[in-house]
């Protein structure tokens, strides 16, 4: 599972320009796993990505089991000149 979120926003340091984009992801298995499976697919479409902040995590239960582990990212990325 991964939702891509709409709040981005862009933060300036030393002259250069970095934007900030927050995904969810999920795993069945670990929140490890959750925030590696985020990670990969942010990687497919963002480049120069310098930093990863885990933002919240939660784990979906359904019948008195761990059903999924959820992760909120923020993926932080330098912009192209």
């Known amino acids: ?13 030393m002259g250069r320009v970095a934007r900030v984009t927050e995904i969810v992801a999920g795993s069945p298995v670990s929140f490890d796993d959750a925030i590696k499976t985020g990670f990969k697919r942010a ?8 930093g990863l902040r885990i933002i919240e995590s ?20 330098v912009l192209e000149a």
């Open 43 to 50: 990687t497919k479409t963002l480049r120069g990505i310098t």
């Open 1 to 13: 599972m991964l939702l891509w979120a709409n709040r981005n926003r862009r933060e300036e340091k």
């Open 58 to 77: 939660r784990i979906h239960v359904k019948e008195n089991k761990i059903e999924e582990y959820r992760v909120r990212i923020e993926v932080i990325f």
